[in-house]
């Protein structure tokens, strides 16, 4: 049984999304003219072989009514979208099905004015952008290329002239963290929606920088959860689910209810975690819990995505708290928070157990 809540979203009143996630991140290609440092993609300057053909997209994009109203939103992703040559194609079969997309591209000559002009023509709803440094100097250093900065800030300028929303994407490590401030200086200076900050997982291109430490994670979240209340943007975490923890807790401590807290703009995203609201294909149609949890359930070329979603093992243990270990498993917060199942896997290699991040200790004790 579900409920409506905000545009297009479905709330589970058990928050588990047991028959159609929020979003589906859809890897069209591992290209990209960037080379980031913490790259989940390991992206490459040329395409990889066997990427999803056009014919193979719009055939998977048909059985997306297998799950029912509301289609999920597809966030096309890479690598970089924009070099797929057909994207426009793509873009305009999502569009005839009325399902719902986003679009994140890499900052690169490739994303122009023009092509932003196009994208909002095409119904994309949002783009999203990176911006990891405050400067030149501390985001260009991890980009990899020196222009991005400026790039992306006359990028940010361009979306806004064409009306395309903007949600930009902010890394968190132990190196970007004390910048933190000074980025939302710069962010409050532009137009956007949404800053979503990543709390980077050691993987990919990633594992050369480091986690913050959890003692630090709570108290930067703690800041994030101020910082919402008055910023001209939604503030939001990727991969720190316990910002809605302690969001909660401070809800809890200002006399709110349970019931009024899961009524609040904030439950939006409540129980949305790595298989559970969320699934990502890759740019040759493995189907992963996340694009940050690298265990394959399955490939569209040889089982629907549906059948995938919601019946392979690993999906259903994802999205059942009671199989949590630890302190997840134990915390009385876990169906709204869950923890980063990504985080446990890089971390213990087993996807079930407790996120490290998490400095919380349950009231029941593990
Ligand atoms: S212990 Fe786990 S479920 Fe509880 S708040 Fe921390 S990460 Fe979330």
Redesign the pocket.
């Known amino acids: 049984m579900t409920t409506t809540h905000g545009i297009g979203a479905v709330r589970p009143e058990n928050w588990a999304y047991d028959r159609a996630p929020m979003i589906v991140y859809w890897e069209l290609t591992n290209a990209c003219g960037l080379a980031c440092r913490h790259c989940r993609a390991t992206a490459m300057p040329d395409p990889a072989p066997g990427e999803l053909t056009l014919a193979e997209v719009e055939h998977h994009l048909d059985s997306f009514s297998a799950f029912g109203e509301p289609q999920p939103h597809i966030v096309f992703t890479g690598g970089d979208p924009l070099r797929r040559g057909d994207l426009r194609d793509i873009l305009h079969a999502a569009a005839r099905r009325g399902i719902g997309v986003s679009l994140a591209p890499a900052v690169t000559p490739l994303l122009t004015r023009e092509r932003m002009a196009e994208f909002a023509e095409d119904g994309v709803q949002a783009i999203s952008l990176s911006l990891d440094g405050s400067s030149a100097e501390l985001h260009d250093g991890l980009r990899g290329v020196p222009g991005t900065f400026d790039a992306t800030m006359e990028a940010l300028d361009a979306a806004a002239e064409v009306g395309l929303p903007v949600q930009v994407n902010t890394l968190v490590t132990d190196v970007t963290a004390d910048d933190l401030p000074a980025v939302y200086d710069v962010l409050r200076s532009k137009t956007l929606q949404r800053w979503s900050l990543f709390f980077l997982i050691s993987m990919g291109r990633g594992s050369q920088l480091n986690e913050l430490a959890p003692g630090k994670a709570e108290q930067l979240m703690g800041w994030l959860g101020r910082l919402g209340r008055e910023a001209p943007f939604q503030v939001k975490t990727t991969e720190a ?2 910002y ?3 969001a909660a807790q401070a809800m809890l401590k200002a006399g709110k209810t349970r019931d009024q807290i899961e009524a609040s703009p904030m439950a939006r995203g409540f129980g949305v975690r790595d298989g559970n609201g969320i699934v990502f294909i890759s740019h040759q149609g493995d189907v992963l819990p996340s694009g940050f949890l690298p265990t394959a359930v399955g490939n569209i070329r040889d089982t629907p995505l549906v059948d995938l979603y919601r019946d392979a093992p690993l999906m259903r243990s994802l999205r059942d ?1 009671s199989a ?1 270990k ?9 169906l ?5 199942r990504a985080r446990a896997y890089a971390w213990t290699g087993d996807p079930l157990e ?2 490290p ?6 009231k029941v004790s593990a």
Do not use: A, K, T
């Not at 709204?336 to 980063?340: A, D, E, I, R």
């Open positions: 689910m316990q809605r923890r302690i708290p949590f630890g302190r997840c498993g134990v915390c009385e917060f876990n709204w928070c869950g923890g980063s407790s996120d991040l998490c400095p919380y200790q349950p």
